[in-house]
């Protein structure tokens, strides 16, 4: 079974503290994906990373940066959170063999961030 | 750009009938992919299916399948003998062939009553 996994399920953090999510595969995937889902607006992309320390933009990635050392790990930044980016965030990995962008992306539970 | 649109926020429906969730999107592409992933309530979000727009034949998973009519840029998502464990936010998602970036729709919370 593939795993993912994210540091917290919940986080509470103050108006400019930098803040990180962490995300974990156990599957090898090369492809790993950070959304917030927010209610009305469904799921939208922040970024998403090809390999390790190779990562590209997604659709709302201002105010977040991400790091990708380990082919495993994928971390979300908020370099000083703010209250707009209370949300839930999900992690997603993807492998890359076998049918490329039309594979399954596989989630991880969430983490529910509030900024206050 | 692409949009994903489903119209239904909220529905219900009663242990064993059938529903459907309807799903549309804009596009001047002709290859893409189109998903249904479910996300149960506090438990991870699932693939249920996937489609290939070049493929005509409607995708099928045992109880769920697909309305895909590419002309009128339709999706819907069809349950079968729906079951408690089907409660849950059903997400409609479009995909580029030459891209990563998965569009979402807004979702449907789907409730399943005995």
């Known amino acids: 079974d593939v795993k993912v996994t994210q540091s917290s399920r919940y986080l509470v953090k103050r108006t400019g503290e930098k803040v990180f999510l962490e995300c974990v595969q156990d599957?090898?995937?090369?492809?790993m994906f950070w959304y917030r889902q927010d209610p009305g607006l469904g799921l939208r992309l922040i970024y998403f990373s090809y390999d390790v320390k190779m990562k590209e933009k997604g659709d709302i990635p201002e105010g977040y940066s991400v790091s990708r050392e380990k082919k495993e790990r994928f971390s979300l930044i908020l370099e000083s959170a703010s209250t707009n980016q209370t949300s839930m965030y999900l992690c997603?990995?993807?492998?890359?063999?076998?049918?490329?962008?039309?594979?399954?992306?596989?989630f991880g539970p969430g983490t529910r961030l509030t900024v206050l | 750009a692409q949009t994903v649109t489903q119209s239904q926020p909220e529905m219900s429906v009663q242990e064993a009938e059938t529903v459907t969730l309807s799903c549309t999107y804009d596009?001047?592409?002709?290859?893409?992919?189109l998903f249904w992933y479910k996300q149960p309530p506090s438990r991870q979000m699932i693939l249920v299916i996937r489609?290939?727009?070049?493929?005509?034949q409607n995708a099928t998973e045992n109880r769920f399948s697909v309305n895909f009519q590419k002309a009128a840029k339709s999706f819907s998502l069809k349950i079968s003998d729906s079951q408690l464990g089907d409660t849950a936010m059903y997400f409609c998602?479009?995909?580029?062939?030459?891209?990563?970036?998965?569009?979402f729709g807004t979702g449907t919370r789907l409730q399943v009553f005995p």
């Open positions: 489609q290939e727009a070049y493929k005509q």
């Open positions: 997603a990995s993807r492998p890359q063999v076998g049918g490329g962008r039309r594979n399954e992306q596989f």
């Open positions: 596009t001047s592409e002709n290859n893409y992919y």
């Open positions: 998602a479009f995909l580029f062939y030459n891209t990563d970036k998965l569009i």
């Open positions: 599957m090898d995937h090369e492809n």
